[in-house]
């Protein structure tokens, strides 16, 4: 048996520890979907507008850390790059409430030090599900990896709008900073599945960004965006149709996200990663559609349910090609790439959507979105992706 395959399977106790960590740091995350807009209205009186920049704010803090994120992997190490994420995580939850009581401005920094914490914690978690398994199982592990991303999503807005409703902000992001300690605690269970032939290097900034990891993030930048947008709001769009079943539109998408994924290893092991891709975009557009003409819940939950079909299996899909397309020493910086392209298109979108909502209202917002789909399903079937030895098959041909 090879060494490393060794290590791998000697290692294999420790994949609940990560699913655990995972689900559980998406739900601090999860739990600001419906209590944030309503920071932002109550605390500062702001309307679609500073939503989107409170949104956007932590996709900044993301973004700043994600050219770094894959050197900081390798120098430190994977589960190093948890533990520091966690802690940033537990300081930014307890510091919104008191950053907003000052003004817009200290809390897009807290939510800029969140982005952070997220944007280390992620790359840490999602490299080491990539490495721990052995290739064999890479892609049902990461799967289940994935699935869990869902988890905190459907649970932490429960959990949130329960909490803020009987207790209010303070007790709802005390909770928040609770469960980034349990991530925390969890940390320590990991192993650091580094590489010993990864090579940390800083370089010239434009080495930090790996080329095969910015062709499949852009792929992958509309539908996080109308990920984002959905979160951000639905719960407003729901009090403004008068529906008032916010938590429960989110809490129906994390759910079925969630049965979608445990259900898709077939998916995820099929060949034609680009009739995956497609299909996915096809159902995030009619998913915009339905929430584009809802007059009532009845048209939020078929929406929150069709963008849970397209992005049950877009970013596992596209992190399993970047696998395929690159090699082993490169793996870290080629994730974090695609969620620095991510944050980019979230953090620069998501203002201009919340512009748009304000001009032309929540349908004129997700009518953008369903143009945004149709572009982007014309780059996936372009030779840009399809040359990537994760489509095409072919043996790796990436630059290191």
Same mark, same amino acid.
């Given at each position: 048996?090879?060494?490393?395959?060794?290590?791998?399977?000697?290692? @294999?106790?420790?994949?609940?520890?990560?699913?655990?960590?995972?689900?559980?740091?998406?739900?601090?995350?999860?739990?600001?979907?419906?209590?944030?807009?309503?920071?932002?209205?109550?605390?500062?009186?702001?309307?679609?507008?500073?939503?989107?920049?409170?949104?956007?704010?932590?996709?900044?803090? #993301?973004?700043?850390?994600?050219?770094?994120?894959?050197?900081?992997?390798?120098?430190?190490?994977?589960?190093?790059? !948890?533990?520091?994420?966690?802690?940033?995580?537990?300081?930014?939850?307890?510091?919104?409430?008191?950053?907003?009581?000052?003004?817009?401005?200290?809390?897009?920094?807290?939510?800029?030090?969140?982005?952070?914490?997220?944007?280390?914690?992620?790359?840490? #978690?999602?490299?080491?599900?990539?490495?721990?398994?052995?290739?064999?199982?890479?892609?049902? +592990?990461?799967?289940?990896?994935?699935?869990?991303?869902?988890?905190?999503?459907?649970?932490?807005?429960?959990?949130?709008?329960? %909490?803020?409703?009987?207790?209010?902000?303070?007790?709802?992001?005390?909770? @928040?900073?609770?469960?980034?300690?349990?991530?925390?605690?969890?940390?320590?269970?990991?192993?650091?599945? $580094?590489?010993?032939?990864?090579?940390?290097?800083?370089?010239?900034?434009?080495?930090?960004?790996?080329?095969?990891?910015?062709?499949?993030?852009?792929?992958?930048?509309?539908?996080?965006?109308?990920?984002?947008?959905?979160?951000?709001? +639905?719960?407003?769009?729901?009090?403004?149709?008068?529906?008032?079943?916010?938590?429960?539109?989110?809490?129906?998408?994390?759910?079925?996200? #969630?049965?979608?994924?445990?259900?898709? $290893?077939?998916?995820?092991?099929?060949?034609?990663?680009?009739? %995956?891709?497609?299909?996915?975009?096809?159902?995030?557009?009619?998913?915009?559609?339905?929430?584009?003409?809802?007059?009532?819940?009845?048209?939020?939950?078929?929406?929150?349910?069709?963008?849970?079909?397209?992005?049950?299996?877009?970013?596992?899909?596209?992190?399993?090609?970047?696998?395929?397309?690159?090699?082993?020493?490169?793996?870290?910086?080629?994730?974090?790439?695609?969620?620095?392209?991510?944050?980019?298109?979230?953090?620069?979108? !998501?203002?201009?959507?919340?512009?748009?909502?304000?001009?032309?209202?929540?349908?004129?917002?997700?009518?953008?979105?369903? +143009? #945004?789909?149709?572009?982007?399903?014309?780059?996936?079937?372009?030779?840009?992706?399809?040359?990537?030895?994760?489509?095409?098959?072919?043996?790796? $041909?990436?630059?290191?």
């Amino acid at each position: 048996m090879e060494p490393e395959t060794a290590r791998r399977n000697e290692s @294999a106790y420790a994949i609940p520890f990560l699913l655990i960590a995972t689900a559980t740091y998406f739900g601090v995350s999860g739990l600001s979907f419906p209590v944030l807009p309503r920071l932002v209205d109550q605390k500062l009186n702001g309307g679609n507008t500073e939503i989107g920049l409170s949104f956007a704010a932590f996709g900044f803090g #993301l973004m700043a850390l994600r050219p770094f994120v894959g050197y900081l992997t390798d120098r430190f190490g994977r589960r190093n790059a !948890v533990v520091g994420g966690a802690l940033l995580t537990v300081i930014s939850q307890f510091l919104y409430v008191p950053a907003a009581d000052i003004g817009l401005w200290t809390l897009l920094g807290a939510r800029f030090l969140a982005g952070m914490g997220g944007s280390v914690m992620y790359v840490g #978690l999602a490299t080491i599900a990539t490495e721990l398994p052995t290739p064999e199982r890479r892609a049902a +592990v990461f799967g289940i990896f994935a699935s869990m991303t869902f988890v905190g999503f459907a649970i932490g807005p429960l959990v949130g709008d329960i %909490v803020f409703e009987s207790a209010g902000f303070t007790a709802a992001y005390s909770t @928040a900073g609770a469960f980034g300690l349990v991530v925390l605690a969890l940390a320590w269970f990991l192993p650091d599945t $580094t590489p010993p032939d990864a090579s940390p290097n800083l370089g010239k900034f434009r080495e930090l960004l790996h080329p095969v990891g910015a062709r499949l993030g852009i792929a992958n930048m509309t539908g996080l965006l109308a990920f984002i947008a959905f979160n951000a709001f +639905v719960t407003p769009w729901s009090d403004e149709l008068g529906s008032g079943q916010a938590r429960w539109v989110l809490f129906t998408f994390g759910m079925c996200a #969630l049965l979608l994924r445990l259900g898709s $290893t077939k998916i995820l092991e099929h060949p034609n990663r680009t009739g %995956v891709l497609v299909f996915t975009y096809i159902a995030i557009s009619l998913s915009a559609l339905a929430l584009a003409t809802a007059q009532g819940a009845v048209l939020l939950f078929a929406g929150a349910v069709l963008l849970a079909l397209g992005l049950a299996f877009l970013t596992p899909v596209l992190i399993l090609a970047a696998a395929d397309s690159s090699p082993e020493a490169a793996r870290a910086r080629v994730v974090s790439t695609i969620t620095f392209f991510n944050d980019f298109g979230s953090s620069a979108g !998501v203002p201009i959507l919340g512009l748009v909502a304000d001009a032309a209202g929540f349908r004129g917002m997700y009518l953008v979105l369903i +143009v #945004l789909a149709g572009l982007t399903v014309v780059y996936i079937r372009s030779s840009v992706l399809q040359n990537l030895g994760g489509f095409s098959g072919e043996p790796v $041909t990436a630059p290191s």
